[in-house]
T-cell receptor, first 110, second 114 residues
Framework: TQLLEQSPQFLSIQEGENLTVYCNSS?????LQWYRQEPGEGPVLLVT???GGEVKKLKRLTFQFGDARKDSSLHITAAQPGDTGLYLC??????????WGAGTKLIIKP | NAGVTQTPKFQVLKTGQSMTLQCAQD?????MSWYRQDPGMGLRLIHY???????DQGEVPNGYNVSRSTTEDFPLRLLSAAPSQTSVYFC?????????????FGEGSWLTVV
């Protein structure tokens, strides 16, 4: 059974600080996606990474796919209250079913 | 743009009752799916469809039925509600399967079974 473990489960920091959240597995994925979910809404796709070692940037967010395509990280620089939310990672294989992590709940305090 | 529309937003059911969660998308996507989200467990796939007339089971299909008579609609039926089905349900659609395409989610349906 493929599993994706996200850490930390919960993170509360002050505005302006930097942070990194992780998504780890013992399985290899063909691609990996990161989503952000705000309270009362569905997840929204942030990025898809497909190549081992790939780095993608989305403004202050930096996403990296591990060289072996088993893990990924999300780094936020100078966090802002608008970054608050639940961050989910999902790994994909050749089938339609995605493997989802349980999420990291992030709170940025003003 | 409506995207993925789910109804109802909130529902309380008594044990043993049946109900249907409605889902419609206006993006002409072939792939549609239903997930449930429980605290600490992430999203779990209930059923999915790769096109009209084709459905298949996901990770947690027991107690749920689906049908896909049109490209736009993908209702989820709870046959005989149980307290274990208390959860938040999300309908999703995408142009392609796997994790290469963007999955668009509805806003969720909060279901409580008492």
């Amino acid at each position: 059974t493929q599993l994706l473990e996200q850490s930390p489960q919960f993170l509360s920091i002050q505005e302006g600080e930097n942070l990194t959240v992780y998504c780890n597995s013992s399985s290899v994925f063909s691609s990996l996606q990161w989503y952000r979910q705000e309270p009362g809404e569905g997840p929204v796709l942030l990025v898809t990474v497909v190549t081992g070692g790939e780095v993608k940037k989305l403004k202050r967010l930096t996403f990296q796919f591990g060289d072996a395509r088993k893990d990924s990280s999300l780094h936020i620089t100078a966090a802002q209250p608008g970054d608050t939310g639940l961050y989910l990672c999902a790994g994909g294989d050749s089938n339609y079913q995605l493997i989802w992590g349980a999420g990291t709940k992030l709170i940025i305090k003003p | 743009n409506a995207g993925v529309t789910q109804t109802p937003k909130f529902q309380v059911l008594k044990t043993g009752q049946s109900m249907t969660l409605q889902c419609a998308q206006d993006m002409n996507h072939e792939y549609m799916s239903w997930y449930r989200q429980d605290p600490g467990m992430g999203l779990r796939l209930i059923h999915y469809s790769v096109g009209a007339g084709i459905t298949d089971q996901g990770e947690v299909p027991n107690g749920y039925n689906v049908s896909r008579s049109t490209t736009e609609d993908f209702p989820l039926r709870l046959l005989s509600a149980a307290p274990s089905q208390t959860s938040v349900y999300f309908c999703a659609s995408s142009r392609q399967g796997g994790s290469l395409g963007t999955i668009y989610f509805g806003e969720g349906s909060w279901l409580t079974v008492v």
